[in-house]
């Protein structure tokens, strides 16, 4: 069975400052990979997602994530971090064969200071 | 604005009650899906419906009854909860189930408190 490990509880950044936020997966193939984030009081909107190519993918809002297979990884990343972005971020990783139902990680709360 | 329309926002309901949560898509989607999410933890899958057929049941107790009367909505029977079920219960759907390129779309929530 797949998994997902976000090392993170909490990351706080100044606004205007770079953002990487950690997922690692398990699993015995290359699986599905996707980023979603959760406003408060909100559902979870997808950010970005990788199935296969480009290793380095581009999201909504500016975000990007790169699949790192030597390492297990698919770290989110942002240049420039706005107020608006402080929310709660999951990374879901779903098998390659099968349903595709992703399976998420317990979340990262990002704070950003003005 | 969501395309995944969820109602009530917020329910407070006794022990004893019997109420029901709705959720709605109009995307032609043909996947619907029920997960629970308590504060501070990730989304936890409870049932999947493809083609208005209940395909998965996460092992999720009786007193949770799920209902697809169409491939528009999603309901979630609700009947002797437990203060402990109290959450935010999300739906979600995708094109489909079986697809890679099928992301899900999430509504905004039912927030349940069990008293």
């Known amino acids: 069975a797949q998994s997902v490990t976000q090392p993170d509880i909490h990351i706080t950044v100044s606004e205007g400052a770079s953002l990487e936020l950690r997922c690692n997966y398990s699993y015995g193939a290359t699986p599905y990979l996707f980023w979603y984030v959760q406003s408060p009081g909100q559902g979870l909107q997808l950010l970005l997602k990788y199935f296969s190519g480009d290793t380095l993918v581009q999201g909504i809002k500016g975000f990007e994530a790169e699949f790192k297979r030597s390492q297990s990884s698919f770290n989110l990343r942002k240049p420039s971090v706005h107020w608006s972005d402080a929310a709660e971020y999951f990374c879901?990783?779903?098998?390659?064969?099968?349903?595709?139902?992703?399976?998420f990680g317990r979340g990262t709360s990002l704070i950003v200071h003005p | 604005d969501t395309e995944v329309t969820q109602t009530p926002k917020h329910l407070v309901m006794g022990m004893t009650n019997k109420k029901s949560l709705k959720c709605e898509q109009h995307?032609?989607?043909?996947?619907m899906y029920w997960y629970k999410q308590k504060a501070k933890k990730p989304p936890e899958l409870m049932f999947v419906?493809?083609?208005?057929?209940?395909?998965i049941n996460e092992s999720v107790p009786s007193r949770f009854s799920p209902e697809c009367p169409n491939s528009s909505l999603l309901n979630l029977h609700l009947h002797a909860l437990q203060p402990e079920d109290s959450a935010l219960y999300l739906c979600?759907?995708?094109?489909?189930?079986?697809?890679?390129?099928?992301?899900?779309?999430f509504g905004n929530g039912t927030r349940l408190t069990v008293t």
């Open positions: 879901a990783v779903a098998p390659s064969g099968g349903s595709y139902i992703p399976t």
């Open positions: 979600a759907s995708s094109q489909d189930s079986g697809s890679y390129n099928s992301p899900l779309h």
């Open positions: 419906y493809s083609y208005e057929k209940l395909s």
């Open positions: 995307m032609g989607h043909r996947a």
